[in-house]
C-alpha cells in the first residue's frame, strides 16, 4: 500500500494466514510465514506477490524470518528441536542451521547492520 493506506493491494491471496513479513535488503522480496499452529512454514516472494516459494518444509513452525543485511541469508525461529532455537538459512532455503542449539526458549532473530 502506499505510504497514507491507499491502493491496498492483496500479495499473497492465499485461504491460510500468511504474516511476519520482512523486506529483503534490496526491496525485491518479501518472507514471510503462511499457516497457523505448528505447520507455519517460512515463504519468500516477489515484491508484487509473483514466484511465491515455500523455503522451509517441516513438522514444526518455523516463524518471523529476517534477512540478513546483505539479503544472502535469512533468520527464523522455529520449534523443531522441541522449543523454540534460532535457525539460519541461505536465503534459496538450503543451508537450514540451528544457532543457538539451548535448552532455554530462543527466538524473534534480529541481524546486526
Do not use: C
Not at 499473497?12 to 518472507?31: K, L, Q, V
Not at 519468500?44 to 540478513?68: C, F, I, K, R, Y
Not at 535469512?74 to 542451521?97: C, H, K, L, P
Amino acid at each position: 500500500m502506499d505510504a497514507d493506506g491507499g491502493n491496498q493491494v492483496d500479495l499473497t491471496n492465499h485461504p491460510e494466514n500468511d504474516y511476519g513479513s520482512a523486506w529483503s535488503p534490496d526491496g525485491g522480496r518479501i518472507a514471510f510465514r503462511r499457516g497457523d499452529g505448528p505447520d507455519g512454514e517460512i515463504y519468500v516472494m516477489d515484491a508484487d506477490g509473483g514466484n511465491q516459494t515455500n523455503l522451509t518444509n517441516h513438522p514444526e513452525a518455523d516463524l518471523w524470518p529476517t534477512w540478513s543485511p546483505d539479503g544472502s541469508r535469512i533468520a527464523f525461529w522455529s520449534r523443531r528441536d522441541g522449543n523454540s532455537e534460532i535457525y539460519v538459512m541461505d536465503a534459496d532455503g538450503r543451508n537450514q542451521t540451528n544457532l543457538t542449539k539451548h535448552p532455554a526458549a530462543d527466538f524473534r532473530p534480529d541481524w546486526s547492520p
